[in-house]
């Protein structure tokens, strides 16, 4: 069964500092892809990042790169110095090929401090 | 371009009342489906379309009905609410069969309250 974990409900960090936010799955299929979605408090969901499990090279999108540790089933998101804006909630997903279907985990809610 | 299209965003019912949350993509996307997020939970999969004619049951689908007639539409149905239904439901399209495209694009949400 597809599954994503999420184990940090929330996080304080320092403006400025580098931010790591965790993402274990389960999946018995060969072929998936990994995505983060932010989520202001404004309530939209945008889309940061994408990681193909075949994928070699880890993504990176800007301040935005996945950690993928595909052995391990993690996908962290790590955010490089990390400013005001990022303050939301942060969904990992993911979208086995043989189904479609796209499942999220619970969320992480990230404060940045001044 | 329109993208995603959710109504109403903001609903009140009573219990035992139906009613229809309308979703709407002009993006011709194949794959459509219905999230809902309450605090703690994340988002749970409800239902979710590959392509009209084809429907699928996802995380939560007790309560809920769907359909797909057109590739654009996919309606989703409380057929008799209750308060455990009272969430923010999300539309979201996005191709289908191509992980590569596969990011998901969002209507703005529809806050349901149940009484």
């Known amino acids: 069964a597809q599954k994503i974990t999420q184990t940090q409900p929330g996080m304080f960090v320092q403006e400025k500092e580098a931010v790591t936010l965790d993402c274990t799955y389960d999946t018995s299929d060969q072929s998936y892809g990994l995505f983060w979605y932010k989520q202001p408090s404004s309530g939209e969901m945008i889309f940061l990042i994408y990681q193909g499990s075949y994928d070699e090279q880890n993504a990176t999108e800007g301040r935005y790169s996945l950690n993928f540790q595909k052995a391990r089933k993690s996908a962290n998101l790590v955010i490089s110095a990390s400013q005001l804006g990022d303050s939301a909630m942060y969904f990992c997903a993911m979208r086995e090929e043989r189904d479609d279907k796209i499942i999220f985990g619970k969320g992480t809610r990230l404060h940045i401090l001044p | 371009n329109a993208g995603v299209t959710q109504t109403p965003k903001f609903q009140v019912l009573k219990t035992g009342q139906s009613m229809t949350l309308q979703c709407a993509q002009d993006?011709?996307?194949?794959?459509m489906s219905w999230y809902r997020q309450d605090p703690g939970m994340g988002l749970r999969l409800i239902h979710y379309s590959v392509g009209a004619g084809i429907t699928d049951q996802g995380e939560v689908p007790n309560g809920y009905n769907v359909s797909r007639s057109t590739t654009e539409d996919f309606p989703l149905r409380l057929l008799s609410a209750a308060p455990s239904q009272t969430s923010v439901y999300f539309c979201?399209?996005?191709?289908?069969?191509?992980?590569?495209?596969?990011?998901?694009?969002f209507g703005e949400g529809s806050r349901l309250t149940v009484l």
């Open positions: 979201a399209s996005s191709y289908a069969g191509d992980l590569l495209a596969g990011e998901l694009f």
């Open positions: 993006m011709n996307h194949e794959y």
